[in-house]
């Protein structure tokens, strides 16, 4: 996987991971450059102790002082808005070779982080992301 990726060690064992990969979101005619968040764990036994959200606090610094957008999706909102990310209340879409596509499926589950260089942006609008292979969000 590519980007940039952050990783909790403890005793020399991996302890949380996550990746920040660049991606360009379009909503209300901007085009933004965003530091887009996946792979984030914590190992099973170490959960609940505080790693992801040390971690995470790392990647949030990382793209509020990189990108004009921090963007993920996920079904744990819970633990990512306690850490300053908002729920795109919007419709969601992918942009393709043939079109933009709906991507109704993910609406609700993608979050987004306002960063010191974003524009004024309205969470109720549509959004896209770049297409990719996998999982487009
Ligand atoms: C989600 C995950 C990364 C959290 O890591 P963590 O190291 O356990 O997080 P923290 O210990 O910092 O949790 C802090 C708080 O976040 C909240 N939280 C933790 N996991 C949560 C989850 N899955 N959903 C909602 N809230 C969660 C809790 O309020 C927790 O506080 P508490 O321990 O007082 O209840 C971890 O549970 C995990 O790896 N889950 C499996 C993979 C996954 O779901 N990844 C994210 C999908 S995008």
């Given at each position: 996987m590519g980007g940039l990726h952050f990783i909790l060690?403890?005793?020399?064992?991996?302890?949380?991971?996550?990746?920040?990969?660049?991606?360009?979101?379009?909503t209300s005619g901007h085009r933004l450059e965003t530091g887009y968040v996946e792979a984030v764990a914590t190992r099973p036994v170490h959960q609940r102790q505080g790693h992801g959200s040390t971690l995470m606090r790392e990647?949030?610094?990382?793209i509020d002082?990189?990108?004009?957008?921090?963007a993920l999706a996920t079904g744990s909102s819970a633990f990512y808005e306690r850490l300053g990310w908002v729920v795109w209340k919007g419709p969601t879409f992918v942009r393709t070779d043939s079109g933009v596509i709906r991507t109704g499926e993910e609406d609700g589950s993608v979050l987004v982080r306002l960063t010191p260089t974003s524009p004024e942006l309205d969470l109720s609008?549509?959004?896209s992301c770049d297409w990719r292979s996998?999982?487009?969000w």
């Open positions: 060690e403890e005793d020399g064992a991996i302890v949380a991971h996550a990746s920040v990969v660049e991606r360009e979101l379009h990647v949030g610094e990382y002082q990189t990108f004009r957008l921090g609008a549509p959004i996998g999982d487009l």
